[in-house]
């Protein structure tokens, strides 16, 4: 039998229709995917931390006596001025009263000082005695000498004489001071205590505000005996804040004074600026919530955002920082989700048209989100994030979002 040529044309047509349908019936489908395009930006690589607000300068108020603190006169919360708001009194401990044996013992000491005064007494009396007979002689003595009756030696002794005499009478001076302040401070013991009816208001040590500011703490409001340095309150101005942040000690040594922190979850609408001032220079061990021992340091930082933006930020509240440990105005970036590792290289599936292929990628500084670029992507290219164990190089791709449409 004999083909025709409009025979082999149909066999060889109906041949491609049935290879071409076979290779859409077994063709796997398109994975769904989604996609990202390349950039560049601000790429920022931040060490996040627990903050904590704190005055910075915080002025505790003591007392300088032992006595009894009489009720406060503020308020934790109260405006004060320094030099000018009472923000203490405290009345100096009474004398308690005395045994019988101490009561005698005190009487006895009076009698005795009662009676060295009166010796010191009875000796300024003999000095002025014998002064006034040196005084006298002296006289006498340069009479004669005047006249040529005597000679200049008797003047001398004389002269000697009336000197001793003098220092004589200031001695004996002296030692009646000493015995009537012996008296007084013996007396003191026979004083009975005041009553409480009886003590004064001046008699109180007044305390003044030491700065300008507000109260933070009052030890207690009611009137109790306090010694001499117990804390009666606390004054610091609201303001002034800094802010205290623990971290590791290995995130710490990559960040310096002037490096910038973002505040967050402070509880305002708005995110907070802050510069580093000083890093501890000291770490201590803290167990972490796993058990696990660490080295953390505390790092402190000024608010350079205006006190009009965190007004009712207050001393002790609780702040969340990304300090910019490194950071790039215009960097080549790929979302960490698109990353992974093949035989110890970093690559990416790159969307070219409907399907992707393997490219192997240099990769700078990551955050927490993102990498630099160094080598293997260009700005505008589509990578494929968070691939799944069921894409490979070749294979063809639909965006999910048009899935969904």
Request: net charge negative; proline share 5%.
């Amino acid at each position: 039998m004999s083909w025709k040529p409009r025979t082999f044309v149909l066999v060889g047509l109906g041949v491609t229709v049935m290879a071409g349908l076979a290779f859409v019936a077994f063709r796997p489908d398109p994975i769904p995917v989604d996609l990202h395009k390349v950039d560049r930006g601000l790429l920022q690589v931040t060490i996040n931390a627990d903050g904590e607000t704190r005055i910075r300068d915080i002025y505790e108020v003591a007392s300088p006596i032992t006595g009894t603190a009489m009720r406060s006169p503020v308020a934790v919360g109260d405006q004060v001025v320094a030099g000018q708001t009472l923000v203490a009194s405290v009345r100096p401990t009474t004398p308690g009263l005395l045994d019988s044996r101490s009561l005698l013992q005190a009487e006895a000491s009076v009698q005795e000082a009662e009676a060295a005064v009166h010796v010191a007494e009875t000796d300024l009396e003999k000095a002025r005695d014998e002064q006034t007979l040196a005084q006298s002689q002296y006289d006498r003595a340069q009479t004669l000498v005047e006249r040529g009756v005597a000679s200049l030696t008797r003047l001398e002794d004389a002269a000697q004489r009336l000197a001793v005499a003098n220092a004589s009478v200031e001695a004996a001076q002296a030692r009646i001071d000493m015995a009537q302040s012996t008296l007084a401070r013996t007396r003191t013991l026979l004083r009975e205590p005041d009553t409480l009816e009886q003590v004064a208001e001046g008699c109180c040590l007044r305390i003044y505000a030491p700065a300008d500011g507000v109260v933070l703490s009052v030890a207690s409001e009611s009137e109790r005996p306090v010694s001499t340095g117990a804390p009666l309150l606390s004054v610091g101005d609201p303001t002034d804040l800094e802010i205290v942040a623990d971290l590791l000690s290995s995130d710490a040594v990559r960040i310096g004074p002037g490096s910038v922190a973002t505040v967050e979850r402070w509880g305002g609408d708005d995110t907070l600026q802050a510069t580093l001032t000083h890093i501890a220079p000291s770490a201590r061990t803290k167990v972490s919530a796993l058990g696990i021992e660490e080295q953390r340091v505390d790092a402190f930082f000024d608010i350079t955002s205006p006190p009009q933006e965190r007004r009712t930020l207050g001393d002790g509240f609780a702040v969340f920082l990304r300090i910019v440990e490194w950071e790039a105005k215009d960097a080549l970036q790929v979302p960490l989700s698109a990353i992974f590792k093949r035989d110890g290289t970093w690559v990416v599936f790159l969307a070219i048209d409907n399907t992707v292929i393997e490219r192997e990628i240099k990769l700078g500084r990551r955050s927490n989100q993102y990498a630099e670029v160094l080598d293997g992507l260009v700005e505008g290219d589509r990578v494929v994030v968070h691939p799944n164990d069921a894409l490979s190089a070749g294979q063809r791709i639909v965006l999910r979002s048009t899935l969904a449409n």
